[in-house]
């Protein structure tokens, strides 16, 4: 079930959510032609920097698995500026897609990832990292801001 709830299946599944929502449901415009294309550079954007940190995960050999046991305390790359920047990137680019499709409905796919970000998956790998790495954690808490 856990691997169905990782963070790149849950973007997925909320872009073709977003879809159907956009297709079936539209409700409203919010961003008209031609302004709505401007999200496709937040898509790349967001996607960019997702990949970016997740490269970075690899390189230095720590755990990238949401619900597996911290590896290393990482403060390079955007760690520096936000403590969740893969999913701060997801974000960026789910509301990219929000922007290209236009409609208000679509906009239900950057909020549920917001929410399930901000209440499940950062609070609970905050724990695991606070159990690990104790007083160090503590300390980069109060220095970096959360940013999602």
Known sequence: MKPLLL???VWLVSVVCMLV???K??????????YNWLGLALIMAGLGIA???ARLFRRLGTNINTFGEPGELTMEGLFRRTRNPMYLGMFISLFGVACVLGSTSALAGPVAFFALAQF???RSEEEAMTLKFG???IEYQRSVPRWL
Request: aromatic share 24%; no cysteine; glycine share 0%.
């Open 135 to 137: 007083d160090k954690y």
């Open 51 to 53: 990949n970016w940190h």
């Open 25 to 34: 449901s539209p409700i409203a415009v919010w961003l008209p032609q031609p």
């Open 120 to 122: 499940w998956y950062i």
């Open 7 to 9: 963070p790149p299946v």
């Open 21 to 23: 929502l956009h297709w």
